[in-house]
């Protein structure tokens, strides 16, 4: 079956400091990854994605993701945290060519304190 | 480039009326267009599939005759929700394949109240 699992209901982070966050992902073909953020009342933003090639991406706002297909993991990291960095970040994993829905993760809401 | 807009991005109704939502992919066709459901501090919950040109594909448990999916053009599609009732409320996000990229864009979402 697919699915995303994000361990992570909450993280707390100071300014400044490291972030990753964990996903882990069930998926029978050679997955697509995604990373999306969603503020308060807002739809999704696209962070990053992950198709084929380098297993280390880089995306948006700073963010990059790792993909490492021997743990079935995608996690996104940030070197140092910023105050907007704030919101709700959702995992996603889909099939090759976009047609099908993607699966969610639970998400990680992050809060950052100064 | 890939923008998918909303409308509205809020709507208040009584009870018993229809409320129509467009969700319009602004730079880029997409032939393929997802429809979901967001209670309050929870994930993603799709709703249907929207292909143009056919009709939706819904996930099991949605009724369609309530969420009317129309995707008639290859940058619009609508999703109404027909006698709508107080458990309706929800923030409704759809979402646009940009078959360039392989990659979903979303909308900013809707934020529906039914008294």
């Known amino acids: 079956a697919q699915s995303v699992t994000q361990p992570d209901i909450h993280i707390t982070v100071s300014e400044g400091a490291s972030l990753e966050l964990r996903c882990n992902y069930s998926?029978?073909?050679?997955?697509?990854l995604f990373w999306y953020v969603q503020s308060p009342g807002q739809g999704l933003q696209l962070l990053l994605k992950y198709f084929s090639g380098d297993t280390l991406v880089q995306g948006i706002k700073g963010f990059e993701a790792e993909f490492k297909r021997s743990q079935s993991s995608f996690n996104l990291r940030k070197p140092s945290v910023h105050w907007s960095d704030a919101a709700e970040y959702f995992c996603a994993v889909g099939a090759a060519g976009g047609n099908t829905p993607l699966v969610f993760g639970k998400g990680t809401r992050l809060s950052v304190i100064a | 480039g890939a923008v998918v807009s909303q409308h509205p991005s809020r709507v208040i109704c009584k009870s018993g009326t229809s409320v129509k939502i467009e969700c319009r992919s602004l730079d880029f066709q997409a032939t393929t267009m997802f429809w979901y459901r967001q209670f309050p501090k929870q994930s993603l919950m799709l709703m249907a599939t929207s292909n143009e040109g056919s009709k939706a594909t819904y996930e099991q448990g949605v009724e369609k005759d309530k969420f009317l999916i129309n995707h008639a053009s290859l940058t619009l599609s609508t999703l109404t929700v027909t006698s709508a009732h107080p458990e309706d409320s929800s923030f409704y996000i759809c979402?646009?394949?940009?078959?360039?990229?392989?990659?979903?864009?979303f909308g900013p979402g809707t934020r529906l109240l039914v008294l």
């Open positions: 979402s646009a394949r940009d078959s360039n990229q392989e990659t979903q864009y």
């Open positions: 998926y029978g073909a050679t997955p697509y």
